[in-house]
């Protein structure tokens, strides 16, 4: 079946413009997260969904990244006024969320790899 | 506050030789631990997971991890190693609770095996 999907793939923006990231999980997966990976890092948690309850945004840097998700389907990653430090590969992943406990792996986008120029 | 550390940046293998990728934690509580792995141009792909049960855990492509708790550790590891796992290699945690569950990753282990 298809796997979770973002788009674009790649943007370049200037300093100071706001962008807008989507990502489209796997049918029928409940929880969706979003992360950066910086070059040469590894990831860095940014925010979770997880069906209709309120998102854990503990992870997001500023006040300049917020998220939505529609239902649980598309979600979208808005990054206002971005910064030079924003760019990154921004990784969208889902999974199956079954009972209290979180047992199923995440499945990964392909990212958008964001440069701010 | 939950944590991964991959202590080798990078691993180099010889064909045909066993690998192993270092991962431990430290959690409060429970750990659910992952390794997943990036292939380059590709996103990150699922590979193995220990819940509960057997320490010792088997993946896809021969991969397998043994979980242990004493030592915090989820090596990974594979008998004999292929060119075509070239690739960079992350271990990930979550903790068994309700809520959030998303994963802390280590800073990735790229793993190089030379023919």
């Known amino acids: 079946g298809a796997g979770v999907s973002q788009s674009p793939s790649n943007k370049v923006t200037e300093k100071g413009k706001d962008v807008e990231l989507r990502c489209d999980p796997i049918?029928?997966?409940?929880?969706l997260y979003w992360y950066r990976q910086r070059l040469g890092q590894g990831l860095e948690f940014l925010i979770y969904f997880q069906g209709n309850s309120a998102p854990d945004k503990s992870g997001l840097p500023s006040d300049r990244f917020s998220a939505e998700r529609t239902g649980e389907s598309v979600s979208t990653l808005t990054i206002q006024r971005t910064q030079q430090e924003d760019s990154a590969v921004y990784l969208c992943?889902?999974?199956?969320?079954?009972?209290?406990?979180?047992?199923?792996?995440?499945?990964f986008g392909p990212g958008t790899r964001l440069t701010v120029t | 506050a939950q944590s991964v550390a991959q202590p080798e940046d990078q691993v180099n293998v010889a064909e045909g030789n066993p690998l192993t990728v270092k991962c431990t934690y430290s959690v409060s509580g429970n750990p659910y631990l992952f390794w997943y792995v990036q292939y380059p141009n590709r996103g990150l792909q699922f590979l193995l997971k220990y819940i509960t049960g057997d320490n010792l855990v088997k993946g896809s492509y021969g991969f397998e991890a043994e979980f242990n708790k004493s030592q915090t550790s989820f090596h990974l590891k594979k008998p004999s190693a292929l060119v075509s796992d070239s690739a960079l290699y992350f271990c990930a945690v979550t903790v068994r609770r309700t809520g959030a569950n998303n994963l802390f990753f280590g800073t990735g282990t790229r793993l190089t095996v030379i023919p």
């Open positions: 049918s029928g997966h409940t929880a």
């Open positions: 992943a889902s999974s199956l969320v079954a009972g209290q406990f979180s047992r199923y792996e995440q499945y």
